[in-house]
């Protein structure tokens, strides 16, 4: 007898025992799970920021950088106006002398000449392109080139085209060139700081 009222109420309880157990397991499984979620998603979304923020860096570093070039190029723009170009009227005349100089002194033959001026739209800039033909060998071209390089003008070679020599030995060393340079020139309006 002392048995059996025991087991009956274990018996009755357990049941309430075991619905308590579940419904504890349901509340803390409703509470910790969307926790869980939501810090999760927090987390996610926290490190989607962090990103954004780095990504957001870069564009400022990267902006800065252009905007440190734009400053360089402005000030390169200004010195290029300022110090090494002339206006044509003042520079012409010495800039053709030059480049006739710089032909004859390794003994090119120079031939006929033409010139094209042409004025920038964007930039107050005049461009004559000078068209030389030469007739010389190798060595005398590049001599003459290095002559160019070191001109205190403001003169780039845009084109060497090797033409073939008619009626004459093909096997000479010699050959003639024609050569496209463009000298350049502060436009007329701007002030002549030479």
């Known amino acids: 007898m002392s048995g059996s009222p025991r087991l009956s109420w274990r018996k009755a309880f357990l049941p309430v025992l075991v ?15 969307p926790r869980g979620l939501r810090q999760r998603g927090i987390a ?14 870069q564009t400022v570093a990267d902006l800065k950088r ?10 390169a723009e200004k010195r290029l106006l300022e110090e090494v170009l002339s206006t044509r009227r003042v520079g012409l005349v010495p800039t053709l002398a030059e480049i006739e100089k710089l032909a004859a002194e390794p003994g090119l033959e120079a031939g006929g000449r033409t010139f094209n001026p042409e004025a920038l739209k964007e930039l107050p800039l005049l461009r004559l392109g000078v068209s030389v ?36 030995d093909r096997d000479s060393s010699e050959g003639a060139l024609s050569v496209q340079l463009s000298a350049w020139f502060r436009a007329e309006g701007e002030a002549d700081a030479r």
């Open 19 to 33: 619905a308590l157990g579940l419904v504890d397991l349901v509340a803390a499984a409703a509470y910790t799970i």
């Open 44 to 57: 996610a979304r926290a490190q989607a920021l962090r990103s954004q923020v780095e990504q957001a860096r």
């Open 133 to 168: 033909s030469l007739t010389g060998g190798y060595g005398q071209l590049v001599s003459f080139l290095r002559g160019l390089e070191r001109s205190k003008h403001f003169i780039t070679v845009d084109q060497i085209q090797l033409r073939e020599r008619k009626g004459e």
């Open 66 to 75: 252009r905007a440190d070039t734009v400053r360089e190029n402005e000030g």
